[in-house]
């Protein structure tokens, strides 16, 4: 009982960190989320192996809360093309669920490192990049949006992120509106959140040496925490956000992403 009571305060804390910061830097959360469960879990005595798989699915099943709520605003705005979304969530779907079922295969060492590469490029692209990548006048179609969305599903599958990241920059870059790629980027953490969830039960159920509490690679414990304190601490972010420079705040985040990225990969030297 004392280890879940030090978990609960310890996972209330995270929540309003991890909450105030996405809410700050304007994300979905995963890239902050992921570096706390990887330096917290080794301390909290989750089982090495198990590790990154353990915080890879239960940053997934977080994002699903705050994909409902921001993209049912961003459908009442407007913004959300339905059909347009009905394509890309099929590669989503493609992608996440290959993503989800390979998850168990690596090791927490190859995780760690691809989550670390990962962080990294998106830090130095934020960091460097001005609208310097154009790919076309218009997203693609049919088949090409579907090979495209299951890399985005992929990629976050393996990294514990909603694909957020990867969506919103591809979309513009094929000449979108922002506001319309900013909403097709919150839906798509409907769909990886959920697949890359449902799947990661399934896939864990009978793994060894998970936390109590755990439904399959999902820490039922931490999810039930976070998620309300991510709710209060992220308008918070965002008001904050409201007074500071938007240039200063990408600089912010490229620069921690970076450093995060670079220090996980130190350790696994």
Not at 141 to 152: N, P, Q, R, Y
Not at 229 to 235: E, G, Q, S
């Given at each position: 009982?004392?280890?879940?009571?030090?978990?609960?305060?310890i996972f209330i804390l995270v929540g309003l960190i991890s909450g105030f910061f996405a809410g700050l830097f304007g994300i979905g959360g995963g890239t902050i989320r992921m570096p706390i469960f990887i330096y917290l879990f080794p301390w909290l005595g989750v089982a090495h192996p198990v590790m990154?798989?353990?915080?890879?699915?239960?940053?997934?099943?977080?994002?699903?809360?705050?994909?409902?709520?921001?993209?049912?605003?961003?459908?009442?705005?407007?913004?959300?093309?339905?059909?347009?979304?009905?394509?890309?969530?099929?590669?989503?779907?493609?992608?996440?669920?290959?993503?989800s079922i390979l998850l168990p295969f690596g090791s927490t060492e190859i995780l760690q490192a691809l989550f670390s590469?990962?962080?990294?490029?998106?830090?130095?692209?934020?960091?460097?990049?001005?609208?310097?990548?154009?790919?076309?006048?218009?997203?693609?179609?049919?088949?090409?949006?579907?090979?495209?969305?299951?890399?985005?599903?992929?990629v976050a599958a393996m990294t514990g992120t909603s694909g957020g990241t990867l969506t919103t920059?591809?979309?513009?870059?094929?000449?979108?509106?922002?506001?319309?790629?900013?909403?097709?980027?919150?839906?798509?953490?409907?769909?990886?959140g959920t697949a890359a969830?449902?799947?990661?039960?399934?896939?864990?159920?009978n793994a060894k040496e998970l936390p109590s509490y755990s439904l399959g690679y999902v820490d039922v414990i931490i999810f039930l925490v976070m998620v309300p304190?991510?709710?209060?601490?992220?308008?918070i972010g965002v008001n904050v956000s409201h007074k500071m420079n938007e240039r200063?705040?990408?600089?912010?985040?490229?620069?921690?992403?970076?450093v995060i990225g670079i220090d996980l990969l130190r350790r696994l030297i």
């Open positions: 009982m004392d280890d879940v009571l030090l978990r609960i305060v990154m798989h353990v915080a890879t699915a239960t940053s997934m099943a977080l994002v699903i809360p705050s994909a409902i709520s921001s993209s049912r605003k961003h459908y009442k705005l407007g913004d959300l093309d339905v059909e347009f979304f009905k394509t890309w969530a099929v590669g989503l779907l493609v992608g996440v669920v290959i993503g590469i990962y962080i990294v490029l998106v830090g130095l692209y934020i960091a460097f990049n001005h609208g310097r990548f154009f790919f076309g006048q218009r997203p693609p179609e049919g088949a090409k949006m579907v090979g495209l969305s299951s890399i985005v599903g992929f920059p591809i979309l513009s870059a094929f000449n979108m509106r922002l506001e319309r790629a900013l909403a097709i980027s919150a839906a798509t953490g409907l769909i990886t969830s449902i799947v990661a039960i399934i896939s864990g159920w304190t991510v709710m209060v601490a992220a308008p200063t705040l990408q600089l912010t985040y490229a620069v921690l992403l970076i």
